[in-house]
């Protein structure tokens, strides 16, 4: 149970965190306050560096089947990431979903390839 709670949290706060910062790029009225890709960009950044600390955290737990939990992780985050944005975000932005994917959602997809990547190196560095 404490497994399946840590990754719905560090899942949750993956996308919470980007969620936040984006906020200081828009101001009151919802406008973009500088160019929406380089926005955009800064979240992706973000996103990277926080989501790989919390795969840090999630495998210095592990002590074995690195590679499953690096696929189990991958695409919960994901599909949480995916929930997330759904409910919340497509409604608040007003925004079309296929919009979305494209310019966001498909972005996602680099959650479980960080994760799996993860558990390949740690599952190679175990078997050493």
């Known amino acids: 149970m404490k497994r399946t ?16 910062v984006a906020f ?11 160019d929406i890709l380089f926005i955009k960009s800064i979240l ?7 989501g790989a600390y919390l795969l840090v955290v999630y495998f210095k737990q592990l002590k074995e089947n690195f590679l499953k939990e690096g696929l189990v992780v991958g695409f919960s985050w994901l599909i949480i990431n995916w929930l997330l944005d759904i409910v919340i975000l497509l409604p608040m932005a007003k925004m079309a979903f296929s919009d979305w994917f494209t310019q966001i959602g498909l972005r996602y997809l680099v959650i479980p390839v960080f994760s799996i990547s993860f558990g390949y190196i740690a599952q190679l560095q175990h078997k050493n």
């Open 5 to 20: 709670f840590k990754i719905i949290l560090f899942g949750f706060l993956t996308w919470l965190i980007p969620f936040i």
């Open 24 to 34: 200081f790029f828009y101001d009151k009225n919802g406008q973009p306050t500088m």
């Open 44 to 50: 992706m950044v973000v996103s990277s560096i926080f």
